[in-house]
């Protein structure tokens, strides 16, 4: 480590701003530093100022990210909260994976768990490097340097961070930074620190892809086909015309649909409005959900795929006798919209080296190659600058990047010179956007005299959503797809001659992962199931479960140390009338006890406690707040949401007729983190797996009418 800046110099180069201290990854993947002028990727950047950059390779739809990956480089730097600001890194494949899909994306609640080390490296490098430079420059043992809200001290001697960027950017990084002691940790399991997006997102000045405009941008809307699957025929756009603000309407290369342009949203939406589009149906989705119904039923007396190594449905069905105490029931689940806050929307321009998209990006690794390839670029090409999301739900990281093809195949049809923005209105996004799969279970069930599990045969329909996908490679094992069947085919629970079927549902309605993906059918299934056979066996619910988990085993110790958690924090006693529920899912453990209230047939749910474990709490606020937003968004679908088809075309088109949760329906949640030191997994997801089976065994306690057909309203109950 050499430098030839003398103080004098550098606090006057300082000064003019020019000292920069970046600290990322290089060319090799390796730790590096340097300035701003060497070829890094930095995640952190200090500024001559002593204002600390995180850059953000995740993006930011309202899940925390903007202040977890923060507080692992602060925490590190010892740094001021309030001196640390945020920026979405680019997208860049090679330097900003994320280390789990090995592309970079967000998804499968994973953002802090993947960057954990990386980021906490990051800033460790950072604050080693600085003490490394004003050591020697106040020749001084750096080992006596002390670092307390981003200012360096040593006896009389005291910098800030800036003092000295420009300094340590010529030094070299060290290759495995001393990482602080989590028993020092200021910043990490701080309840009270302030998230960083909040104040930008509250006085309004939080840029939002709806909120870019590009000089000379029109505008474009999409007429789709109202069956899924259905192609353009012809179209006539004369009525179009008189639309003040249209451009010009033309169908889509693919004939996926008509794209109307013009001079603002609202005119593009009535040129839309305007068309007259006749289509072919010949590929379509033409069945109504009653029929698709019925078609899975089929599907489950006859699985395509033995889930499980070992005997098949067959076999075990094939060892209960007549003396065995059966238990059967059959659960479906209907589609669900996403239905962000922010519709899909997009910008692609021109620029001298190709193009640039401003959308709030979920999965920049496979918007780059589907634009490039529509435009006859390199993805490097196709340069995106990541603003915040709306909201996401998983809608927005879709394997085709349906919104951003259709954007720039707009952008092709304007011949690649025009700004084009893209905006889908929440009707798109209701009628013919993605949806969570339906789903069937069928569960048969044999208990041995003395009430243990003799025996369980589950049967699983569920559309695939990552077959004839990017990522069918890595999630289609054999022929299954594992998002259908995760939650039973790897539960936790020891269960004996345990056989889980699969057949696909096939569809030309388009589906994707939702809010926590498969778990959110196979726990309600599951967990409605464990319910079932405590009652059969007369057992206490949580008792039950227990006995189904060995402590031996680390997972499952940590299952039942939030089951015992919770069962203590709730103030659970065996026979009150009160619904559990508890499943593992991203890595994370979470139970949940609903306390519920039915008059009639109005029901309300006053309370529900939630204990999760998710290793080491990075930031206990945001975890809390996902907690709390899995519950409602859980409590939503099961209440209300359903998507349904009629002759092949969906039925709902905005929140009237797609209600989700309301305020008033939003129960007081009790939050318990349990301590760990384990490293950090998700949070985005997990809450959502066990709140509509707790809520569900809660109105069985009480009515003693078990929920098996969703949404809950179907069961004629009201809820308040």
């Known amino acids: 480590m050499k430098t030839n800046i003398s103080r004098r110099g550098f606090l006057k180069s300082a000064a003019t701003g020019s000292a920069v201290l970046v600290v990322g990854l290089n060319a090799k993947g390796l730790l590096a530093a340097g300035n701003e002028t060497t070829d890094i990727n930095p995640f ?56 789990f899909f090995g592309m970079q994306g967000t998804g499968g609640s994973t953002a802090i768990a993947n960057s954990y080390m990386q980021y906490r490296q990051a800033g460790a490098a950072a604050r080693h490097l600085l003490i490394e430079a004003v050591a020697k420059m106040w020749k001084v043992n750096p080992a006596e340097v002390r670092i307390e809200n981003s200012i360096l001290m040593h ?92 451009i010009d ?22 040129g839309r409005d305007a068309l007259t589009v006749e289509w072919d149906f010949s590929n379509a989705e033409t069945r109504s959900s009653d029929a698709i119904s019925a078609d899975m039923k089929k599907l489950t007396a006859t699985p395509e795929y033995n889930v499980r190594k070992g005997m098949t449905n067959d076999q075990v069905e094939a060892g209960f006798t007549g003396e065995d105490d059966i238990i059967e029931a059959s659960f479906e689940f209907p589609f669900l919209a996403h239905a962000p806050m922010e519709p899909e929307n997009c910008v692609i321009e021109p620029t001298d080296n190709g193009v640039l998209i401003h959308d709030g990006c979920q999965f920049p690794a496979l918007t780059q190659p589907v634009v490039a390839q529509v435009l006859g670029l390199k993805p490097e090409q196709v ?19 349906d919104y951003h093809m259709e954007a720039a195949l707009a952008f092709a049809l304007l011949g690649q010179t025009t700004p084009v923005k893209l905006v889908w209105s929440r009707e798109d996004d209701i009628r013919g956007g993605y949806y969570r799969p339906v789903a069937r279970h069928e569960a048969k069930i044999a208990l041995n005299k003395d009430g243990s599990l003799k025996g369980w045969s589950h049967r699983v329909a569920c559309k695939s959503v990552v077959k004839g996908t990017a990522f069918e490679a890595a999630l289609v094992h054999e022929g299954v797809d594992h998002t259908s069947v995760e939650g039973i085919a790897d539960s936790l629970y020891q269960i004996p001659d345990f056989a889980v079927g699969l057949s696909d549902v096939k569809s030309q309605v388009s589906t994707l992962w939702w809010r926590s993906v498969g778990h959110t059918h196979t726990a309600y299934a599951m967990e409605s199931l464990m319910d079932m056979v405590a009652e059969k066996t007369g057992r206490d619910p949580i008792d039950l479960r227990l006995s189904l988990l060995n402590k031996q085993d680390p997972k499952q110790a940590r299952f039942a140390n939030v089951i015992e958690t919770l069962k203590e924090k709730s103030g659970w006693v065996s026979g009150n009338k009160r619904g559990f529920a508890a499943h593992f899912s991203f890595n994370s453990y979470v139970a949940a006890v609903a306390d519920v209230t039915v008059t009639d047939n109005q029901v309300h749910v006053d309370r529900i406690h939630v204990a999760v474990d998710c290793g080491t709490a990075i930031n206990p606020d945001v975890i809390k707040a996902q907690m709390e937003g899995g519950v409602g968004y859980g409590l939503g679908a099961i209440f209300h949401s359903e998507i349904t088809l009629s002759d092949g075309e969906v039925d709902q088109s905005n929140f009237p007729d797609y209600p989700t949760l309301r305020i008033n329906e939003m129960p007081e949640i009790i939050v318990h983190i349990v301590p760990s030191t384990e490293a950090p997994t998700g949070v985005g997801e997990p809450a959502v797996p066990p709140t509509g089976p707790a809520v569900a065994n809660a109105i069985y306690a009480i009515t003693g009418k078990r929920i098996t057909e969703l949404p809950f309203a179907k069961a004629g109950f009201e809820f308040i």
């Open 44 to 99: 952190v950047k200090i500024n001559g100022d002593g204002t600390i950059t995180v850059l953000l390779k995740h993006f930011e739809m309202g899940q925390g990210t903007t202040t977890g990956l923060t507080t692992l480089v602060a925490e590190e730097l010892n740094a001021d909260w309030s001196k640390v600001k945020t920026e979405f890194a680019p997208a860049d494949n090679t330097k900003y994976a994320n280390l």
């Open 155 to 246: 006896g009389n001697h005291k910098a800030h961070f800036g003092e000295f960027a420009g300094m340590a950017a010529q030094m070299t990084a060290p290759e495995k930074p001393t990482l602080k002691s989590s028993a020092d940790f200021k910043l990490i399991g701080n309840p009270n620190l302030g998230r960083k997006d909040s104040h930008s997102k509250t006085n309004g000045t939080a840029t939002f892809a709806i909120d870019v405009k590009v000089p000379g941008m029109v505008y474009a809307a999409i007429k789709r086909s109202p069956k899924f699957g259905g192609t353009v025929k012809s179209f006539d756009h004369n009525e179009a015309k008189s639309v003040g603000g249209f």
């Open 249 to 270: 309407a033309k169908e889509l290369p693919n004939k996926a649909g008509v794209v109307v342009f013009a001079k603002n949203t609202w005119a593009a939406f009535q």
């Open 383 to 401: 340069e995106i600058n990541t603003v915040y999301a709306g909201g996401s739900f998983g809608r927005r990281a879709n394997p085709t990047s």
